[in-house]
């Protein structure tokens, strides 16, 4: 969204005519500025001033969705005295507010750009109470027919109720909910009791202990409640599946894994867990995997709800989502970033901290390997392009917090941590950490903090080490020059520059293999400078081939030695096989060591050796990724053709059943030659799966949107699909998305028209599910016409859809092409634009990355 902020000294004083909201006005001087958003300046004022924080709210929930929330507040909080206009955020209409007192005393009702204004004539230095009636703002309730949802991060819950919105102002919160009778409901604090009146009951709950605005929250509505005591600790699980083999296959899981994570967490952090409540949510097409709300934990139930055809890839990932939710109630909800700028403190900490607690939690797992696959193709993913942004962004108003989320904050970071890591030390780091979260406990901090905590703990600098990692963009260019004589290493040295040229320098610690016929002998290599030597390769046989980063903790592009190529299933090292290749997918990208046909051809073939699931889901991924978006549409049938030919053999071949399923999902999303995608029909209209696959409910429905997409003629498809769908809530997602798998162009065209009202882009997961097969390459022809008005919305999206939703858009718009028109107008777009959000300019950049160097390597 375009930055339209005001920044002017204004005062202006409406008079309350009669009982309505009618204004006057005067202007004598103020001295804070009155504008959209929360601004940095307003939050460092208030924080000097306000104190002892608490609200009260009320909620009057109706049973439809479209009818208004009656609602009231009451907010209690010490006050320093000042000679401004005391401001709370509230993102609505003026008719919102009914009535407002101020200890006791109706006032004037004050309004301007989103923000009420309290003159401080009403106020008095120590204790105050705020009382507001209003109409709930609808923007984050997220309501459906039977169910709402709060979602209120970054700076959302200003768009609900008015209060102080911003991360350091931690307070108390104490709901009350009116609602109907069938209806449950769950928030941060205990409920304390339950009132029935007729065909209406009131639920009173528990204050909260202190925390930020963006974290509380509540739900709402027709769930099934399930509790449970594992490790003597009571948790609630709400949710709405209806699939019983997925609710006995997963329900014993979910309070295991949030058990194991909390006592892990216990355990590393020598604090207990620090809320009084443990509960969680598993709502339909929640916006994101989950959110940490303070003993209210949301998730995208399908995250959470396994069935037995779940690889052991999705129960990792499972496993991996409950811990990051859990790590947060210490990083992030019991010590919390001051100002959103370091919003990527408490995820970095949440990633670090989820990965070493699957280590332990999933026997069998390989922490490392899961490492490499997690983190290094989806930080490159956004490090590579144009729109690269540091880990660290500074940030003048909250109503950009937004688009910091991304890749780098998510991946980098916690690639960054474990640098840091093996910079200080398991135990050094960890020791740092007790004592952060000690110091700043139901306080906030910054990174900053955190770093004066740690430097005092290692000899390295880490202010200077901090600065190329967190507030510069980009990867290094990593090479190597290897010497011999008489069969011998005489020489062995590394180097390194930006990948953009640059002189710039990443201090890191990563390995190299030297990778002889009969065994593999790895070093490590510290990097800090230009260029490394590495003294104890020297006198050693000269390999049969090098790999660069052969632990994956390092990070960059590196070097590619082709002996490799052909020796690639000689790696018996899965980590080895996974840097080795992520490292060639990055390098084909870059356009160096080998084309994309190349690499289509090599990773055919190892998918036959490959023996690791998480390096299988790698291959499949580049394997489809070069099919739909690396190769030319004259040349995509016979590699398809081919790509199909050997996932169904190593398929056949395979005795693993999540192998076996990875194989089998490749196979579908490349279909293109009519026996596959007959074999594909009849699979989906017997509902009989190959031998040693498990196919599901959510299996068949994408089968069937697939033989859509690709115009398979076979009439009454996705509405026999439909029928056979059980669950309300995926009946209803898959009626949303109909229209835009219509074989009519002109339905295609009505469903896009569509999105341009925000009320139906209100299931932010459907819309961009649905984007992403009305922009699928195979409706290229007709779809592209839609990129100008696509890339035209985006301000619109950001500003009425929740953060990660403009970069969702933007990837399920562009992801697929691939042409030199593409590129340019996107450019143009840009190009004519030369004011335009800097933030939605680096999204936008980041999504093209796809089609400009498709374009380049194949145009």
Not at 49 to 70: C, H, V
Not at 279 to 301: N, T
Request: glycine share 6%.
């Amino acid at each position: 969204m375009k930055s339209l902020l005001l920044r002017y000294a204004v005062s202006v004083h409406y008079c309350l005519l009669g009982a309505a909201a009618s204004y006057g006005q005067t202007t004598p001087p103020r001295t804070m500025s009155v504008e959209k958003g929360v601004a940095q300046a307003l939050a460092q004022a208030r924080r000097q001033t306000i104190s002892q924080l608490a609200y009260a709210l009320r909620f009057e929930l109706p049973a439809q969705k479209n009818q208004p929330i009656p609602a009231s507040e009451t907010i209690r909080f010490t006050w320093k005295k000042s000679t401004a206009p005391l401001q709370l955020d509230f993102k609505e209409q003026p008719d919102h507010l009914q009535r407002i007192t101020v200890n006791g005393k109706p006032i004037p009702i004050v309004f301007r750009d989103e923000h009420i204004l309290i003159e401080p004539t009403y106020l008095r230095a120590g204790a105050n109470t705020v009382a507001i009636q209003f109409t709930a703002g609808d923007l984050s309730l997220n309501r459906n027919d039977d169910y709402l949802y709060t979602l209120l991060v970054p700076d959302r819950a200003r768009t609900v109720f008015p209060c102080f919105d911003q991360p350091d102002l931690k307070a108390s919160f104490q709901l009350t909910l009116t609602l109907p009778r069938p209806w449950q409901a769950m928030t941060n604090g205990a409920l304390r009791d339950s009132v029935v009146a007729g065909d209406r009951k009131t639920m009173t709950f528990r204050p909260s202990e202190a925390i930020s605005t963006y974290l509380f929250a509540f739900v709402a509505g027709r769930f099934t409640v399930v509790t449970d005591k594992p490790g003597n600790r009571p948790m609630t699980l709400f949710h709405r599946e209806t699939d019983t083999t997925k609710i006995r296959l997963s329900v014993p899981f979910l309070f295991t894994l949030h058990a194991d994570a909390l006592r892990f967490l216990e355990a590393y952090t020598a604090r207990p867990y620090p809320f009084h409540k443990f509960d969680f949510a598993a709502i339909p097409d929640f916006q994101y995997g989950g959110m940490e709300h303070a003993g209210a934990i949301d998730y995208k139930l399908s995250s959470l709800f396994l069935d037995n055809g779940a690889t052991r890839d999705q129960q990792m990932a499972r496993a991996t989502l409950i811990a990051h939710e859990t790590a947060h109630m210490w990083f992030g909800d019991l010590v919390t970033m001051r100002w959103f700028d370091d919003v990527w403190l408490k995820e970095v900490f949440a990633n670090f901290m989820a990965d070493k607690i699957v280590e332990t939690a999933m026997p069998g797992s390989n922490y490392d390997l899961q490492f490499v696959v997690d983190h290094l193709p989806a930080a490159y993913a956004v490090d590579r392009t144009e729109g690269a942004n540091p880990i660290g962004q500074p940030l003048a108003n909250l109503q950009e917090a937004g688009s910091l989320y991304g890749g780098i904050i998510y991946h980098k970071a916690p690639i960054m941590m474990r640098q840091l890591e093996r910079i200080m030390g398991k135990t050094a780091l960890r020791d740092g950490l007790r004592d952060y979260l000690k110091t700043y406990a139901f306080g906030n901090a910054t990174w900053a903090d955190l770093i004066a905590i740690l430097d005092a703990r290692t000899p390295v600098d880490l202010q200077a080490w901090n600065h190329i990692w967190v507030r510069e963009t980009g990867r290094p260019k990593v090479t190597y020059q290897l010497d011999q004589q008489d069969g011998k290493i005489s020489r062995f040295v590394l180097r390194q520059s930006g990948e953009d040229g640059s002189p710039r320098q990443w201090p890191q610690g990563f390995e190299v293999a030297l990778v002889y016929p009969d065994h593999v002998e790895e070093l490590s290599v510290t990097l800090n400078g230009a260029e490394a030597s590495l003294p104890e390769a020297v006198g050693k046989a000269a390999p049969a081939f090098v790999l660069l980063n052969s632990s994956g903790q390092g990070y960059g592009l590196f070097q590619v030695d082709t002996a490799m190529l052909r020796r690639l299933p000689t790696l018996k090292n899965p980590v080895m096989r996974a840097s080795a290749y992520i490292n060639l997918y990055e390098n084909m990208l870059a356009g160096q060591v080998i084309s994309p046909a190349q690499l289509a051809e090599l990773e055919q073939a190892l998918l036959t050796t490959e023996t690791e699931e998480l390096n299988l889901r790698l291959l499949t991924g580049h394997l489809g990724n070069l099919v739909w978006s690396f190769t030319r549409p004259e040349g995509r049938l016979a590699l398809a053709t081919s790509v199909e030919q050997r996932a169904w053999q190593a398929m056949e071949a395979q005795r693993t059943p999540g192998m076996r399923k990875l194989l089998f999902r490749l196979y579908q999303r490349v279909a293109l030659s009519k026996p596959a995608q007959d074999r594909l029909y009849a699979i989906w209209r017997d509902q009989k799966a190959p031998a040693g696959v498990t196919l599901t409910e959510d299996d068949y429905t994408a089968l069937a949107l697939a033989l859509a997409v690709r115009d398979y003629p076979a009439d009454g498809l996705l509405a026999q699909q439909l029928a056979r769908i059980k669950n309300p809530d995926r009946r209803k997602r898959l009626q949303f998305m109909l229209p835009a798998l219509s074989g009519n162009v002109a339905d295609r065209d009505a469903f896009f028209a569509s999105l341009a009202s925000a009320t139906n882009r209100e299931h932010e997961a459907w819309v961009t599910e649905a984007l992403g097969y009305l922009h699928h390459p195979l409706r290229a022809a007709t779809s592209a016409r839609y990129l100008p008005q696509s890339l035209a919305l985006l301000e619109e999206i950001q500003r009425t859809g929740d953060i990660f939703f403009p970069a969702s858009w933007l990837q399920s718009t562009l992801g697929a092409y691939q042409t030199p028109e593409t590129a340019q107008l996107i450019r143009r777009f840009l190009a004519e634009r030369p004011t335009y959000n800097t933030r939605l300019r680096e999204k936008l950049l980041q999504a093209a990355d796809t089609p400009f160097r498709a374009s380049k390597l194949l145009y």
